[in-house]
């Protein structure tokens, strides 16, 4: 199917199933019920669950194929964002050429980043991506107010001298992101039972994008553009002895990488139309890698998954406060509910990073593949258990 292997083909299937019915996978709970506190999905998490699921998919074929660690992947998803939102300033509410600016401006930015940064490798590579990175937020902080209008961020005006579109509505507001006319924050809701279920234009056209971000990165992990990248990862001296030489491999998986991130930026921009530096910090790159080990680095799917756990973990982890934890307890005698919430009030709410850090390091520590590894090693369980089910063993006939 589309030109991949019956196994790739099964996963981008799971993954397009999963994508599409989100809505539902994720609101297990009743609206009413005490749990509904962990459903999540609503359309604003949902879109940043696909987005920097992007994100991670790109960063993963620079740091899971080349081995390179880049710690300034940020400045692309800021660029990206500011690209779009100054396309809606100056052209169309469209989100097509705004995406499209972002991931061509991206990857000229990575084009001249990765042209210097990988005359360096290990470390130094790392730290120069690092500088490169917090010196793209110093520069939209300041220097470069009128292009970024500095920390309050780039957004739309009613004076913004749109070209193919009006300015305003009719009833004076700034117009709406929309897809050929399709607005992005337009949304239904299905109620069934005690349920309820959000359907949002704008995280089905993110998710869509996803999938064909998927789908390429299938491509590209099988391609023998892939099987080079692998080699430069596994042993790029030996991979010079043979006369090969792999600094275009690595600056073309840089320039890949930077339009992903490119691409996420715009899409960030599109179901919100503000660019702000704060997303070129240093933290923005940090968060990426995170979710890329988190998930299994060099795998395909691991990404995806790390960037949906530490997504869920800020967004659903940080609103439990104490008054949601003795709403909880309130079962407990007055001491022991007390004691309780004391004992789990510092791994939720504003201390949801260390719960985060908790499972990095257990992550980490045993499980070096990631989540992946982690299903994998299920998967292998029960293979083992159902093989050695007496009856599930096959008999040799009786003659």
């Known amino acids: 199917m589309f030109g991949l292997d019956k196994k790739d083909s099964t996963l981008l299937l799971i993954v397009a199933l999963l994508t599409m019915l989100a809505p539902f996978i994720l609101n297990p709970f009743p609206t009413e019920s005490g749990l509904a506190q962990f459903n999540a999905g609503y359309p604003d998490l949902m879109q940043r669950f696909v987005i920097f699921g992007i994100f991670a998919i790109g960063f993963n074929i620079l740091f899971g194929l080349t081995g390179y660690l880049s710690f300034g992947h940020a400045a692309f998803l800021g660029v990206g964002s ?36 990988l005359r360096r490798t290990g470390i130094y590579f790392s730290i120069l991506t690092l500088a490169f990175a917090q010196m793209s937020f110093a520069l939209a902080y300041s220097v470069l107010t009128p292009l970024t209008n500095g920390e309050t961020g780039l957004q739309l005006t009613l004076d913004d001298p749109r070209i193919l579109g009006a300015s305003a509505t009719a009833d004076g507001s700034i117009p709406v992101t929309n897809l050929f006319g399709l607005e992005m924050r337009a949304a239904t809701d299905m109620v069934v039972g005690p349920w309820s279920f959000t359907f949002s234009v704008g995280y089905y056209v993110c998710a869509v994008v996803m999938l064909i971000s998927f789908y390429m990165a299938i491509r590209i992990f099988r391609s023998p553009f892939g099987m080079m990248l692998r080699a430069i990862k596994s042993n790029q001296q030996r991979l010079n002895y043979t006369g090969l030489n792999p600094k275009p491999y690595t600056l073309a998986a840089f320039v890949i990488s930077g339009m992903y991130a490119g691409l996420a930026g715009g899409l960030m921009a599109a179901m919100d139309p503000l660019a702000g530096a704060e997303r070129m910090q240093w933290t923005a790159s940090g968060e990426v890698v995170l979710m890329t080990i988190l998930g299994g680095a060099g795998t395909l799917i691991g990404p995806v998954l790390g960037a949906g756990a530490i997504k869920y973990m800020e967004n659903i982890f940080s609103k439990i406060n104490d008054n949601v934890l003795h709403g909880w307890f309130a079962f407990l005698p007055d001491g022991i509910e007390d004691f309780v919430v004391f004992v789990i009030h510092p791994f939720v709410g504003k201390g949801w990073h260390l719960t985060l850090g908790i499972i990095f390091m257990l992550v980490v520590t045993f499980l070096p593949g990631g989540l992946v590894e982690g299903g ?24």
């Open 82 to 117: 500011y690209s779009a939102v100054w396309m809606f300033k100056l052209l169309s509410m469209n989100i097509v050429p705004a995406i499209l600016l972002s991931v061509i401006i991206a990857g000229l930015f990575a084009l001249v980043i990765g042209f210097v940064s």
């Open 376 to 399: 994998q090693r299920i998967a292998r369980l029960f293979n083992r258990k159902k093989a050695d089910d007496p009856k599930s063993a096959s008999t040799e006939p009786a003659e």
